[in-house]
């Protein structure tokens, strides 16, 4: 479980553990990760530096000894930054870039030769990712690139039945958007019920699937 250290991540990984998953985790915060580790029974945990190739690699290797292997890799790092796209940071969106897809592509790229054929692999993108959003167009782009190298990854690993299940949900308040890397957020929706996407990225690991998307006439998360 990479990611472990946010909102959604903590989330993900207790949910995993309850049903029964043996969880290996990784995150930024090295106090928060052991915390979690040892509510979720002394979980092998394992710091990580997102944008550092060789540490992403080294937390993969870590899990991989812990668990004698895996069976599946979720991946839920993020980090934002709002304002005119004219007006944008280069050094802001190179780090935007580094931890929202090139971090996760990294990770999958190490994980894979230890996925055994029938595995899984879980990105979470964002809706923005379809439908960019004003003031938000570096982000947009991040989980767009990411969303796309999923959709190809998933047609090249289609033939060792592994799923690579991309999870573009609307705004969820886990307070990312108080941890912005630059400028103030434009008016967002409601956050999204946190349970409903943890329960969706569960069932789409049991039952396989391409997507997880807001269906936008019955508001709720669809698997498809």
Known sequence: MAGATGVLGGELARA????????????????????????????PAEAVDAV???????????????????????????????????D????????????????PMSLVRAALPHLPDGG??????????????????????????????????????RSRGVTVLDVRPPHIDTGLVDRALAGEPPRLPAGHDRAELVAAVLEGLREGGR????????????RR
């Open 211 to 222: 997507e997880i998307v807001l269906d936008p006439r019955e508001k709720r998360l669809v």
């Open 120 to 157: 899984a692999v879980v990105l979470l993108s964002a809706i923005v990712a379809d439908a960019p959003t004003l003031q938000m167009a570096e982000y947009s782009a991040s989980k767009a690139a990411l969303s796309a190298w999923a959709g190809v990854l998933r047609r090249e690993v």
């Open 88 to 103: 944008a940071d280069d050094a802001v969106t190179e780090e935007l870039f580094a931890v929202n897809t090139l971090a």
């Open 16 to 43: 995993l553990h309850d049903a029964g998953a043996r969880v290996a985790l990784t995150g930024r915060d090295g106090d928060r990760l052991q915390a979690l580790a040892a509510d979720l029974g002394g979980a």
């Open 52 to 86: 550092d190739v060789g540490s992403v690699r080294a937390a993969v290797q870590a899990a991989v000894t812990a668990l004698g292997g895996l069976d599946a890799v979720v991946v839920a790092w993020g980090v934002v930054a709002f304002g005119p796209a004219a």
